[in-house]
């Protein structure tokens, strides 16, 4: 499927990009389809990378990134999804892993979800407990991953260590990768909403638990079923709940 291009010019900022992805999120799910939900994570993670592409023409990284495969200290804080992004990641890791790969991420997904479910960011992080896709320090959906992942870097791989193991030290990043990343995210969760389905911010792990159990997860969430209740980040949610409030 031809990817679907974002009504959106350079210059332009998150503000720009939510808008866009809003709108291009809604105009794909207008398809009622599970084809259309798979489309619409698909395109999600590749328009992160596409942007952060164009972005980097207009604001050059400043020095070179640390990250590389292998460095994994990000990855064990709690991640938001929307729905069409955990599904995604669903279907990829159901076509790419034989069944005793798929069988063993499925049992670590759901054992680090009883570990952590429901837990804030800041408890997450002091757990350091790892991404159940990580295996020696590699994610095993990194093609799909989702685009909070995508907008997690980082010049200093040692402030990260740090950061990993308790220290309260800043951790130099390029800013405009995370902000598209999160306006990525927030744009799939405004279309989603914009077609009457649900597109509050859901917990990685739970959420990746109900797509890989749950082999009719795409089809239900696309009829309107509430089948990612329990992964809901309640304090995701009550923030967003808060801002709209004017509080």
């Known amino acids: 499927m031809a ?5 959106i010019a350079s210059p332009f900022g998150p503000t720009d990009v939510v808008r866009a992805v809003s709108e291009a999120t809604a105009e794909i799910l207008a398809g009622a389809s599970v084809a259309a939900t798979r489309d619409a994570g698909e395109s999600a993670v590749a328009w992160v990378d596409e942007l952060c592409a164009a972005i980097q023409q207009r604001i050059p990284v400043p020095r070179p990134h640390a990250c590389a495969s292998g460095c994994a200290f990000c990855c064990h804080l709690k991640v938001l999804v929307t729905a069409p992004e955990v599904l995604g990641l669903a279907a990829h890791l159901r076509a790419t892993l034989a069944k005793e790969a798929l069988d063993a991420v499925r049992a670590r997904v759901k054992a680090v979800d009883a ?5 804030s960011m800041d408890a997450r992080a002091g757990l350091r407990q790892p991404c159940p896709l990580l295996e020696d320090g590699r994610c095993v959906g990194y093609e799909a991953r989702p685009a909070s ?10 402030a990260c260590e740090a950061g990993f193991s308790g220290q309260d030290v800043p ?14 995210r927030v744009g799939v969760s405004n279309g ?7 597109g509050r911010p859901l917990e990685l792990v739970a959420a990746l638990r109900v797509a890989l159990e749950n082999a009719g997860a795409a089809d239900a969430w696309t009829r309107g079923r509430p089948v990612f209740e329990r992964a809901l980040d309640a304090e995701a949610d009550a923030m967003i709940r808060a801002m709209l409030a004017g509080g």
């Open 192 to 198: 989603a909403m914009m077609c009457g389905l649900d």
């Open 3 to 7: 990817r679907r291009r974002l009504p």
């Open 171 to 184: 951790v130099p990043l390029y800013k405009p990768q995370q902000q598209i990343a999160e306006a990525v």
């Open 115 to 119: 570990r952590t479910h429901g837990l």
């Open 149 to 158: 992942c995508r907008g997690a870097n980082s010049f200093d791989a040692a």
